[in-house]
């Protein structure tokens, strides 16, 4: 598809303007098994240019949230240009690493990643380091290896290495992507998220401004191969993604407002599994994995959340289209139990509380007095 289709596509559904390194481990790359002692908690950051503030919210045995405090990243939010209810166009820019109990918050008006230690409602900012790019959006971590996803000007992924509660620049990790963006870019031209496969051999990023899913090859010390495999999705502006328990690739594709599955060959090439399966909503573009093969989607111009279901073999089904109304919804997260999901409302400025049934959702409330078309990022513990 032409470059010019596929940004004719992503405008026609409107709303989507509404995403100190220690010595390097031994032997093969491994993904971290040691996890931190946490409670429930889920976090987001309030993405404001004049300081951007990690917000904490504790989460109570009912699964509504609480308040726990805000702490500052040192570090400024931004907006892209264009955009209304999310600011970053993307997914992850609030990552949790269970298995360090860290916290990584992307800044995307001054270029930095804040590092915090997070244990539940306990966070301790540990260092705010520079991304060497423009316009962090996403972050994503596997093992002891953090790759950042900066969307300005070219867009470029880099990559830092996780010692103790702190992080350091893998030598040679940073790959420029070639977008032709602007600092900052426009959201519709931003990429959307970047993530580690399963297995940690691979580095995905979705592009809006080629309109591909670029799979990189990881090395054994952490760094990429010199250019990933730029894969066409199988529906139109791939968006924010997440893996099945059989490490498929599931997209979400926000021009048609689909979802589809992939496997990830060896040498990074995408095939279709299934897809794309629309849900007959506008700008479907956050994701987030729930129990017995239930995901949750996020569609920010219909203001719906909808409720795919993606089968052992990859096959991809619609149940329901609108699981629940949501005001102008961007991130979204489960708790880690799957009971709980939690919608970010970048229109509204609330979180919207849902109980899980299955592939149901039913609202237990709603937390207000967000920063609306400002609010960015969620996370759980």
């Given amino acids: ?30 993904a971290a098994t040691t996890a931190s002692a946490t409670s429930d908690a889920v976090y987001a950051q309030t993405n404001a240019s004049t300081g951007n503030r990690v917000l904490v919210y504790s989460h109570a045995a009912n699964g509504t949230l609480h308040a726990a405090g805000s702490h500052s990243t040192r570090g400024l939010g931004a907006k892209e240009a264009g955009a209304v209810v999310d600011p970053l166009a993307s997914q992850g820019s ?10 990584f918050v992307t800044n995307a008006g001054s270029s930095q990643l804040s590092v915090f230690s997070a244990h539940g409602t306990n966070l301790a900012l540990r260092e705010v380091i520079g991304t060497e790019g423009s316009f962090p959006t996403s972050v994503a971590v596997w093992g002891n290896e953090v790759y950042v996803l900066d969307a300005g000007n070219q867009g470029a992924v880099v ?53 591909t899913i ?9 760094t990429l191969g010199a250019a990933p495999v730029e894969n066409t999705p199988a529906g139109m502006v791939p968006f924010a993604f997440s893996f099945d328990t059989s490490g498929r690739l599931v997209v979400v594709e926000a021009g048609t407002s689909s979802v589809s599955t992939y496997s990830v060959g060896p040498n990074g090439t995408l095939t279709t599994v299934a ?23 996020a569609n920010a111009g219909s203001n719906t959340i909808s409720t795919f279901r993606v089968a052992s073999n990859g096959h991809v089904s619609l149940s329901p289209a609108t699981a629940a109304t949501s005001g102008g919804p961007v991130d979204l997260v489960t708790s880690p139990d799957h009971r709980y999901l939690y919608s970010e409302n970048g229109g509204a400025g609330t979180i919207d509380e849902f109980a899980v049934h299955g592939g149901s959702l039913t609202r237990i409330g709603t937390v207000a007095g967000l920063a609306a078309g400002t609010v960015e990022g969620l996370t759980a513990a």
């Fill in 1 to 30: 598809m032409h470059r010019s289709l596929r940004i004719a596509a992503v405008a026609g559904i409107g709303a989507l303007a509404t995403l100190a390194v220690g010595t390097p481990l031994a032997g093969a790359r491994t």
């Fill in 94 to 103: 609030v990552t949790y690493d269970a298995a360090h109990g860290l916290l």
């Fill in 159 to 211: 990559g830092y290495r996780i010692s103790g509660e702190h992080v350091q620049r893998i030598a040679n990790s940073k790959r420029v992507l070639g977008l032709g963006n602007t600092n900052p870019p426009n959201y519709l031209m931003a990429p959307g998220q970047v993530g580690f496969t399963p297995n940690g051999k691979h580095l995905v990023v979705t592009t809006k401004a080629h309109g």
């Fill in 214 to 222: 670029d799979v990189f090859a990881v090395r054994a010390d952490g």
């Fill in 275 to 297: 897809g794309p399966v629309g849900d007959g909503e506008t700008a479907a573009c956050w994701i987030a994995m729930g129990g017995n093969g239930h995901y949750f989607v």
